[in-house]
Each structure stands twice: as C-alpha cells, then as structure tokens.
C-alpha cells in the first residue's frame, strides 16, 4: 500500500476515534438517557379525569431542579466550570427538546459565589445562567432562592437578596399559579425566626398568602363569596398549594432515606444541624400549620430522599443537578392536577460513564499508535532487507 494511503487511513481512524467519542460524550448521550424519562400520568382513582372536574390533559407538566451551583470566579476552575456548565447545559436542553414542561422550577444555589461575588463576577454568572437555561415562551422558568446566592442567614443582606429578584424579576416568596395549581415558593434562607429585618418581611409576606390561601378555600367551600374576616384578600384557586423552598423541613437525618440517590450510606445518619442543614422545628412547624402543604419539594441536600412530616405532608428532597456535586444528577418530572399529582425521577447520564468513554477511546489510540508503530517497524525492516538484498546480489 502506498505510504500517502496509509496516512489517511490512519488520519480517518483517529478522526472517527475522537470524534466519535466527543460527539457521543458531549451531544448524543444525553439523548438516550432522557428519552427513558416520560410524564407520570395521574391515575383516575387519585383524581384524575372525572374527580376533581379537571381532565388529565389540563394537569400541569412541572419539571423540577435544584443546586446548579454555577461556579463563580474565587472557587471554581475554569476547566471544572467547563465541563459541569457544559453538562447542565446540554441535559438542559435536551430534557426541554424531548419532554416540553410548562414550567421549569430551580430550587435554589443557582450560583456557588452569589453570598460574596463582585458585581462584575455576578453579572458574568447571570449572563451564563441565562444562556445555559435559555428557554421559549412556552416554557416558564421560576427560579427559588438558596443559601448560596445570597448566603447564609448571618450573611444574607437586602443588597444581596434584591439583587438577586432583580435578576429574575420576582420576589423570593410568592404564589405561582399554573393552570388551577398553586405553587408555593418560600425563601427559607430568611426563615430563623429571630427577627432579623428580611426574616420579619418574608414572615409577614408568608403571612399573608397563608390567609389568602385559606380564604380561597373557605369561600370556595361555604359558596358564598368573600368570608368574614377576608375582605381585602387576594383570591387564588381554592386548592393546597405544592411548597417549594431551598432548605429541607426539619428531619434528624437522611438514615431513612433510600434509593440510589440517596446520601452515601457513611453519611446518611449524622445529624442535620437546625438553621443550616435543615430548618428549624420551630420554622418547619409553622410553615406545615400556615399552608398544610399536599407536597414539599426542596433542595440543599444535593441528595435524594422521601420524608412523611406528622404523617400526611410528603416532601421530596430533589438532589443537585450537577455533575460536580454528584455523579448520577437527576431532576423531577410532575403532573400535578389542582387535586392530584403524580412524579417521576429522571436520571442524567453519569459522569463516570463519560469518563470510562473518554478511557476506552485513549486506550484505542494507543492501540492503533503502537499497531502503526509495528507495522511501520516491519515495513522498514522489510525495505531494508530488500535492499540489503539488492545490495548483496550487485
Ligand atoms: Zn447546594
Ligand atoms: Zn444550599
């Protein structure tokens, strides 16, 4: 074979190598691993068509995320930044593409340095969220406060918390309602209960929506209109509303948590701290006596984990979305009907899958560089003993 057809072999092997494993690593694997993932359908015995008067087809398709942490410019390297926005990204992308939610919910730590970023480092981490979690109008993204894009309770400033809302054009705590669906959004980062001055705002706000809420359902119950005592309140459908909030209710720890989600089995049974891992009892309590959740969906953990509080208030602990903070992420597909809901998990691809893709191809390179190496070998001795051949016979 000609030596300039033995380089395009080569060339053409190497190029189908790398690039057939970046194009699967980086686009395609995303594809197979979402297309597993579908909406749960309500059945008809839990409310579905027929029962609470809404048919299946008009439930709500929520998607639900959590723990971006977008690396900001102190702590993250460029190169881990790359890769982790990169999968988000795409998984992003691609979960829209094939499975069109109606509204996407983040429940907060979108950005890793929001607590302490500069004004130029934050507006750079909101240019990038923007791009990553770009959407069309059919899709409405509504985007929960978390620890670490305003900091801690000790941290947490107007400033801070403002900046913030400005970004996403909302306050922190607040009613969304979607098709007949109240979605509760809580700021549980201002929720210590020593009074602090955000902590007082975002109590009387939650307050508030309490008193709305049960007036919406007095009055839908007693079918007479505005209740004594509800004059002035904001009407809203007259149903439970779904919480969804950064920090977990109280539990003791995730040893009753299962799954393969779920925490790592060493870590599964030391105590969440009140006020940092978890909220406080106190805080927890109120907030279950205010709304009487139908489901609380919260984040923070960055694992999985179901909890039943005082044996009727189901929440979800929705683990992070991020390769960096674990290896199989995973975000939370909901069709939630005004009286009903059901949920499914989906997983992303695994980083070490990626990686173990990355290997076998490098393996395969090194294989085919040492194969060429061989065979160039033993051409060379071949032309030589050829010529030696030659030589001899002159
Ligand atoms: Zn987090
Ligand atoms: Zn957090």
């Not at 490098?362 to 003993?385: D, E, R, V």
């Amino acid at each position: 074979m000609p030596r300039f057809s033995v380089k395009w072999v080569v060339a053409v092997v190497l190029i189908g190598v790398v690039g057939g494993a970046f194009f699967f690593c980086e686009y395609l694997i995303y594809f197979p691993t979402i297309l597993k993932c579908a909406w749960p359908k309500i059945s008809h015995a839990r409310g579905g068509e027929g029962i609470d008067g809404h048919s299946v087809d008009s439930a709500v398709r929520a998607m639900v995320l959590s723990d971006t942490h977008l690396l900001g410019a102190v702590g993250g390297h460029w190169f881990d930044k790359l890769r982790r926005e990169w999968q988000m990204e795409r998984a992003f992308q691609t979960a829209l593409w094939l499975l069109r939610p109606e509204i996407v919910f983040i429940l907060g730590d979108i950005f890793d340095e929001g607590k302490w970023s500069s004004q130029k480092h934050w507006e750079d981490d909101v240019r990038r969220f923007h791009r990553m979690f770009r959407h069309s109008t059919d899709t409405e993204l509504v985007v929960l406060v978390g620890n670490h894009d305003i900091g801690f309770h000790y941290e947490m400033d107007w400033f801070k918390l403002q900046r913030f809302e400005k970004v996403f054009n909302a306050s922190s705590t607040r009613i969304v309602t979607k098709k007949g669906v109240n979605f509760l959004l809580v700021n549980s980062v201002a929720l210590h209960g020593d009074g602090c001055p955000i902590c007082q705002s975002v109590e009387k706000e939650l307050i508030k929506l309490s008193r709305d809420l049960n007036c919406s359902l007095q009055s839908a119950q007693s079918g007479s209109g505005v209740m004594d005592g509800c004059e002035g309140s904001q009407l809203y459908p007259p149903t439970p509303p779904i919480m969804l909030q950064h920090y977990p209710l109280f539990r003791v720890s995730d040893a009753g948590c299962t799954g393969q989600d779920a925490a790592p089995p060493e870590e599964r049974h030391l105590l969440f701290r009140e006020k940092y891992d978890v909220l406080s009892k106190e805080a927890s309590q109120r907030l279950l006596q205010w709304f009487k959740p139908r489901l609380i969906l919260s984040g923070h953990t960055h694992s999985g984990c179901e909890v039943l509080h005082d044996n009727k208030y189901p929440e979800i602990s929705v683990p992070s979305f991020s390769w960096r903070n674990r290896n199989n992420p995973s975000f939370i597909l909901a069709t939630v009907s005004p009286s009903s809901y059901t949920l499914s998990k989906c997983f992303l691809p695994e980083e070490s899958t990626v990686i173990s893709v990355y290997c076998s191809a490098g393996a395969c390179l090194l294989l085919l560089f040492l194969a060429h190496c061989l065979w160039m070998k033993g051409l060379l001795q071949c032309l030589s003993l050829c010529l030696l051949g030659k030589h001899k016979s002159l």
